[in-house]
């Protein structure tokens, strides 16, 4: 298979999960790992709560003002919670997306000799309305369930037992309602980037359009809806666990230009504890297994990795510096020294 991309792998989660016809999907998904970083997933089962998701979404954001800020963001160091319309940055600019963000239910870390980064992973802000936090809760507890499975089917087409990364998940997955109003053409929803806050994440998105993500000659290659599928890509914590064998993929969203385009995005957590000296060890583990024989890493232009500078003790800090700069107005209220800090620095 070339080691380049020009459109979106399908894999079929029912023929994953039937013995009759396993195998040869697995082989299918091994590729899509190795070689794009990005699949459809379709036959998941959930295709009637993601509808059901989707149609409420109009509804959530037109709460009104007063009630979508009190659960603003920047009353969370989890950065969890409701942001405004140009409140987020990717890649040193302006999304123009409106959203929240939501999280599985864990208490917040409150002694003082806690690392700083064990403030990401906090209790969920929903806004007042009982609907809201119910339907939240139901996508997140199908998605927990649906992931991990995909996960060991991982494990499965890389030829590493079922269970090979299950010590990597972390306690808390994230959540997005994410809304795209329309905008001049050309401007970004959200920047050239990586997916930073796990392992993998799943997105529905509508029958908009305007997500493309790069392959390894540079090119913009768009991923259009496909009704009743999940589109699912590795993020930097997969990558950095393979050792770069199984890649993140940048991708970036077009805003719209005359349509309200929403989406839904989950993202299985990774351990925030992982420190790089585990993960040089663990990604030496099991690269020696993972069968390559040609040449799949599939990057050309390219996000680099704060996951893997020795900069950072940890996943925790090196995804507190992603969230402190993306989000400059939580970063500034809860965590001001490091926001001066991160600001400032060069990633070796």
Known sequence: MSSSFSSIPTIDYGRLKNPTTKAAELIKLR??????????????????????THDALPWVFSLPAEVKEKSNMRNSPAFLGYTQLGSETTAAQTDLREQFD?????????????????????PSQFPANPEVKAFVTRYLMAMHSLSRSFLRLVG?????????FDGFL??????????????????????????????FTFLSQDNVGGLEVLNKDGDWIPVPPVEGSLVVN??????????????????RVIAPTDVTRYSIPFFLGVRLDLTLDQLKESAAHITAKIPVTDDRKKRAVDVPSEFLSPQYSCFGEAQLRNRVLSHPDVGKRWY?????????????
């Open 156 to 164: 499965e087409s890389l030829s590493l037992p079922p269970t090979t």
């Open 170 to 199: 972390g306690d808390m997955d994230r959540l997005k309602f994410v809304k795209y109003p329309p905008a001049a053409p050309g401007l970004q929803g959200v920047g050239p980037h990586k997916d930073s806050t796990g392992l």
């Open 102 to 122: 939501f999280g599985t239910s864990v208490e917040a870390k409150t002694t003082a000799d806690e690392p700083r980064w064990t403030g990401l992973e906090g």
């Open 31 to 52: 590729d899509a790992i190795f070689v794009v970083g990005f699949l459809y997933l379709v036959d998941s089962g959930l295709e009637p709560l993601i509808k059901r």
């Open 336 to 348: 001001p020294d490091l926001y001066e800090r991160y600001s400032n620095e060069v990633l070796g």
């Open 234 to 251: 590795i993020q930097q914590g997969f990558e950095a666990i393979t050792g770069g064998i199984c890649g993140a993929t940048t991708h």
